[in-house]
């Protein structure tokens, strides 16, 4: 599936939609109504089905939501999209609500004296909603269960996705459904519980060794799934979804039962089940309580499973990594040879790129909607170029481009920031900031039992010691032919969860300047037992190895800033990469790979 550049929906569309909401809410006797970004199996990326908050606001970010209320239409977005909401809604209608600084309990409070606020218990976690309503406690604001309104005056919605299920390889996986439901039974029955309740898309699809096509660049099944403590499996999906190979990779222990059949099920089932508080729509612990069926809160016992990759797994992902750098170098090369003529655009970019991987013969779908933004849309962290924004690539300005690309061996993610022609002092003293930081997190070595917070600092402390900081998260969790951005390991400041050996992630500080340019470098990670050394001590030490290789712009490089193992770093990267994509990439890309990563 190609990426489209049309504009998902405008912000004029957005005030219309916005009064035939309040007027519904009117007729039924409710005060507001919570619009979330997220769908029934809280996936970042949604079926133009579950497209609501974009459909209602413009707002297509992947994180984010809204709350309607008589006076005022909230739409609360992180740091990342602070740049991107106030071009794509109605700002005489919507108000941009930073968040997560700004509560959505403490906001209704304060804009709400007394009513009653609607949401749609399946597509909000029990936390969520927990979350909201302690918040209110003590005010005359109550939360209320509904079916969904802005699906009953959205009078073209999309039917729900029907996308084709197909086996993934054991080969890939590196451990069968049955050794992996096997497992996962064992841990039931150790915790006493009867069964699992599982919801996320990713979380079936890994147990299952199935891959599907219900949502654009994330190869996951849409369906709901009950595992037993004896390994067997209730799988509730589309049974038009199935082929009869898909039906046979199954196998007898697993049986194919329509979504209708879901919440029902739910009522016969023998506690204790479990159900993960953070990630189950608040439908399904709703139902089992109604039930009368005891529930065990704990984390979906798919998510940790599925982020310490197997050595298949990690095979798999840098094989794919040294196939997409080669397309990534090839790219890069043509780039240089184009951007000078003046005659490209985003779309162009965009478009070129996508053409390179594809020739690889290997691309089941770019890893999410590439980010390319010339010069200040650099800035908007994750900016997607439609018609109307499209924009030239100058000479004398940045041009940063995050892509990534979805193959059967693995899930790729990266970000370069090149120079078109020569850029000013500001941004390459940026840019050798933000490279310090990835350097920094690339050469880290840290006691196992250290979360991603604990690593995050490293990345920013040259822009903080520079007056300087970025509005995202260092590093995501990253899937192997799954999501792109994958829990619940992260390089963040809010991240608790301990690193551990086989976890993939994402390595990219940045740094963004609104209106003039924005500088971010990523290459991709994998957590692996560091060895002993001479001087140490018999504690358990953990790092990283790089999977990604591509060369870095020396171009933007301030060589006078970097300590000496700060260049040796960079120069060791960049003979590897010489390496290992020389042989993979044309002559004359290679000639342009040599001087691209000559030392510095």
């Known amino acids: 599936m190609f990426q489209s550049f049309d504009a998902p929906t405008s ?20 005060d507001g109504f919570i619009v979330p970004r997220a769908d029934a199996h809280q996936g970042e990326y949604v079926s133009d089905h579950d497209a609501r908050l974009s459909w209602l606001t413009g707002f297509t970010g992947s994180a984010g939501f809204a709350i309607v209320l008589p006076d005022i239409a909230g739409v609360f977005i992180d740091g990342r999209y602070r740049v991107q909401v106030k071009a794509q809604i109605a700002l005489d209608s919507f108000t941009p609500v930073p968040w997560p600084e700004t509560k959505p309990g403490d906001w209704i409070r304060a ?24 918040a209110l406690a003590g005010s005359e604001v109550t939360l209320e269960p509904t079916k969904n309104l802005v699906d009953a005056i959205w009078p073209d919605q999309p039917a729900p996705p029907l996308g084709r299920v197909e086996v993934h390889p054991e080969a890939l996986a590196g451990e069968t459904s049955a050794a992996k439901r096997g497992r996962l039974a064992a841990t039931l029955r150790e915790a006493g519980q009867q069964a699992a309740i599982l919801t996320l898309a990713d979380s079936i699809s890994w147990l299952l060794n199935i891959r599907g096509s219900d949502i654009p660049r994330n190869p996951v099944v849409h369906a709901f799934a009950i595992l037993g403590d004896d390994g067997r499996l209730r799988l509730f999906v589309d049974e038009r979804k199935l082929d009869a190979d898909v039906r046979q990779h199954l196998g007898a222990e697993i049986s194919v039962e329509p979504v209708s059949a879901f919440a029902p099920a739910l009522d016969g089932l023998r506690g204790p089940v479990r159900v993960d508080r953070a990630s189950a729509p608040k439908a399904v612990s709703d139902r089992l309580a109604a039930a009368g069926v005891e529930i065990a809160w704990a984390t979906d016992p798919c998510i940790l499973p599925k982020a310490r990759k197997n050595t298949a797994e990690i095979a798999g992902t840098a094989e794919a990594h040294l196939r997409d750098g080669a397309a990534m170098c090839e790219f890069l090369a043509w780039l240089d040879a184009e951007a000078p003529k003046g005659t490209l655009t985003e779309i162009a970019v965009v478009s070129a790129l996508e053409g ?3 020739a690889t013969n290997a691309l089941r779908d770019i890893s999410f909607d590439t980010i390319c933004g010339a010069g200040p849309n650099g800035a908007i962290v994750h900016y997607r170029v439609t018609e109307g924004t499209d924009r030239p690539v100058k000479s004398g300005e940045l041009l940063l481009v995050d892509s990534g690309g979805q193959y059967v061996d693995g899930t790729t993610d990266i970000t370069r920031t090149v120079a078109v ?15 310090q930081g990835m350097v920094a997190i690339s050469r880290a070595r840290w006691p196992r039992g250290l979360a991603g917070r604990d690593l995050d600092a490293l990345a920013r402390m040259p822009l903080w010691l520079a007056g300087q900081d970025y509005d995202h998260g260092t590093g995501h969790g990253v899937g192997a032919f799954l999501c792109v951005h994958e829990g619940p390991q992260r390089i963040s400041r809010i991240s608790e969860v301990p690193l551990e050996p086989g976890m993939m992630l994402s390595n990219e500080p940045g740094y963004y300047r609104e209106g003039a340019f924005g500088i971010r470098t ?18 358990a030490m953990l790092s990283f190895r790089t999977l990604t290789w591509v060369p870095i712009d020396r171009r933007l490089i301030l060589r006078d800033m970097l300590s000496p193992a700060e260049r040796f770093w960079i120069d060791a990267y960049h003979a590897e990469v010489l390496t290992r994509i020389g042989e993979r990439v044309r002559p004359e890309t290679l000639a342009w790979l040599r001087e691209a990563t000559a030392p510095l």
């Open 11 to 30: 912000p004029e569309q957005g005030p219309p939609r916005l009064a035939s909401l309040r007027e519904l809410l009117a007729k039924r006797g409710i």
């Open 111 to 134: 804009h709400l004296s007394q009513g009653r606020v609607a949401y749609d218990p399946w597509l909000h976690s029990r936390d969520e909603i927990d979350r909201i309503t302690a």
């Open 356 to 358: 390179f991987r594809r």
């Open 421 to 435: 022609g020569d850029v000013g002092e500001p941004e390459k003293l940026a840019f050798t900031r933000v490279l």
């Open 522 to 539: 990523e290459n991709l990670l994998v957590v692996e037992e560091s060895p002993a050394l001479p001087d140490g001590d018999d504690r």
